[in-house]
């Protein structure tokens, strides 16, 4: 597994992904953006990200997809972290994201992200780093999750999560993932 930072938002990157296989595939083949990718059998999650447009300090992370068939594979969280290490050693002080389902916010919690308290966009929660990890604010973010209108399959992840503590941060982004248990 490969990690790639294929270029910042200055060096105008294009990347053409599947639409078939991976989501908001179209948002990257916008050259304004910085791009990040993890390859194996190809391309198999790609990041995108600029500058904050009100905080030249905070790296704003817009999209990250996971194709298809390795999605639950952990990579969101990886792509994440190595995008977010990326970003310091470039001198941003502080990163951030959002999500609009309880799936993507448990991977940006793994990236070692936490809930700012904030919504934004089309139902996002936003998420930054660093920040406030404490239980109290992880299941803040999981109860405005929890009054949405849900698929079966994140009814049932967020049950598992209720009184639950945030997840372990990932130690190192290339640290191969051992078996999922949730």
């Not at 009100?54 to 990250?64: E, G, P, Q, S």
């Not at 970003?87 to 959002?98: K, L, N």
């Not at 992840?157 to 945030?166: I, R, S």
Request: charged content about 30%.
């Amino acid at each position: 597994m490969e990690f790639t930072l294929l270029g910042w938002p200055e060096n105008g990157h294009r990347l053409r992904l599947d639409h078939e296989q991976f989501a908001y595939a179209g948002k990257f083949v916008m050259t304004s953006t910085g791009k990040a990718v993890v390859g194996d059998d190809g391309v198999v999650a790609a990041a995108a990200f600029d500058a904050d447009r009100t905080d030249a300090d905070t790296l704003c992370v817009r999209y990250i997809t996971v194709r298809q068939d390795r999605q639950g594979d952990r990579l969101g969280a990886r792509l994440l972290r190595f995008v977010r290490e990326r970003a310091t050693d470039r001198g941003f002080e502080r990163v951030s994201i959002g999500v609009n389902n309880p799936f993507s916010y448990q991977a940006a919690y793994r990236a070692g992200f936490c809930f700012s308290g904030a919504e934004s966009g089309m139902a996002e929660l936003d998420l930054v780093w660093p920040g406030d990890r404490s239980t109290e604010r992880y299941q803040d973010g999981l109860d405005l999750f929890r009054e949405r209108d849900l698929s079966p399959e994140e009814e049932s992840f967020l049950a598992t999560k209720a009184d639950a503590d945030p997840p372990s941060v990932l130690d190192d982004w290339a640290e191969q993932p051992s078996p999922r248990t949730d």
